[in-house]
Structures are given as structure tokens and as C-alpha cells.
């Protein structure tokens, strides 16, 4: 099964006076989670754009995907990267043949997952509870152009984090890719939060839609349970936490490196030429006397 990173490099310079940002620990989860995506499943891609793929290779990221695809050069200047940071994603999707799995880059998935794909349309990360703080009632967004809801959404349904996102064919993902598009071109920006609407879009519409056409809609875990850590990681709740704290940061990539020395060593040792991860290379080869 093929799957996909993505990195839109314009949410990040948009926030970061126009310099592209990926974290190193968030560098580190993302070769992680291509590593362990090649062991168990097959090929992933990263699909970015001319940006991100220079970016990828001037830090000595390149090598750890099995293609380096530039399809989001179309998005420059036709979406507003702050307020629909996570748009690259949908149009990522959009661009990749079906089935297909979409991987967030702070998730990894540690085993093989195709038995929880066979009997499902559609395999999301996990439901999300309706918190009015993320998923605000629909009323919130002054909508334009004459855009109107399509009537056969239930808004009664509980979200899908799309952090891990399986689609079986090709005729659901354009109806999906294509409403949550036409949702953020056709909202009005004015006032607009960032997180509600990018949520709204991604993760709102996607089980809406699915119960329209008639898909079946499944979850690879549950959000509320520990027990699935030896299935998935998904490092989202922990980043606030990496970036103010250097020690925590510090121990988290260390723990991420020995991961790969361990179980992908010839990955582990490419770290050697990575712009931001080599000095986390040469403290594990110096402990380890190697």
C-alpha cells in the first residue's frame, strides 16, 4: 500500500518571516514514521513543493522517501497559508491515486495495519467528540459566493482525525478533496480562527461525507486508550511541550536515534549529514563508543 507524506512550505515561512521550518524533532518522527511506513506496508512519497523539496535537501532530508513529488507548487498564492496551514494535505490527497493511505509527519505506525483495511471504505486516525472550541457549530462561518452546506450532511456527527487517513477509491476521495476545497475558497476570511476552520475542512467534512455516499467509515484506535501505543504513536499533543522545554526536546530526539540505529541503522547513519540532527548523531556514536 503506497502512502504519502506532505509539507506545504508556505505556512511555515508565513509564520516564520518567510524562512521554511520543520523541527528537528519533528525531522526525526518523520523519518520514523517513513522508515517504519517502507518495513511494514511499502513506498511513501513526500509530496511538497520546489520550496520544501530544496528545503529537504540542503538539510540532507531527501534520501528517506522513495520519491520527493513537487505537486504543491499549484497551491502558491490560490490559498491563504495561515488560516488553511494544513491545506497541502488536501490537495496532496487530491493528487494521489487511490487507494492510498495519508500520513501525517508526527505519526508512525509501527506495524503492518491492511487487516484494518479490508473491510472498510475509509480508515481514519480516530473520532473526535464535537469540543466547540475545535468544532464550533456550523453558524460561526459567514459563508460567501453563495456557498450553502450541502443538504445531505449530518452535522450531528462526531469528527475524523485524518493524522492517518486509508481511502479506498478514487470517486469518494474527489468528493471528499473537492468539499473541503470548496469550503475554505467559498468561507469568509474576515475574523476567521485558524484551528476551527482547518479542522472544519479536514475533519468535519470527511465523516459527513462519507455518510452521504453510503461509505463505510472505521477508526485505527481509540483516542481515550493507552493501549495503543504499540500500534500507533502520533506526536501532535506533545510538540507544545518539545518546544519550550530544550530537555525534553533533547531526550526525545535522542530516544528517536536510537530507534533508528537500532532497527534502521543504515537509515540512523545518514543522521551523520543531516543539517540539524548530526550533533544528536555524534552524541549517540560518543555514549556508545562507536
Known sequence: MEAFHSFWSEPGRCRNQG??????????????????WQKHSGRIRMITDTEGAQYFQTIGLSSFWDEIDVSLDDLKETVDPFLFWAAGKLYALQKMPAPCVMLDTDLIVWRNVEDRLRDTDILAAHAEALNPEVYPDRSVFRLKNGYQFPEEWDFSLEAANTAFLYLRDNEFKKY????AIRF?????????????????????VLPMCAAAKGKSLSFLMD????????????????????????QARREFCMRCVRRLMLEFPDK???????????????DYVTVRGQ
Not at 504499540?230 to 530544550?246: A, C, M, R, S, Y
Request: with cysteine.
Open 19 to 36: 524562512q521554511v521550518r520543520f523541527p528537528d524533532y519533528e525531522q526525526l518522527t518523520a523519518i520514523l514514521s517513513a522508515a517504519e
Open 176 to 179: 471528499y478533496t473537492g468539499e
Open 184 to 204: 475554505f475558497r467559498n468561507v469568509g476570511t474576515e475574523g476567521l480562527n485558524p484551528v476551527t476552520a482547518m479542522c472544519f475542512a479536514e475533519q468535519r
Open 223 to 246: 483516542f481515550n486508550s493507552m493501549d495503543e501505543q504499540d500500534l500507533v504513536t502520533h506526536n501532535w499533543g506533545f510538540k507544545q511541550i518539545l518546544e519550550e522545554q530544550p
Open 268 to 282: 540512523g547513519k545518514r543522521l551523520a549529514s543531516c543539517r540539524d540532527l548530526k550533533q544528536y548523531y555524534k
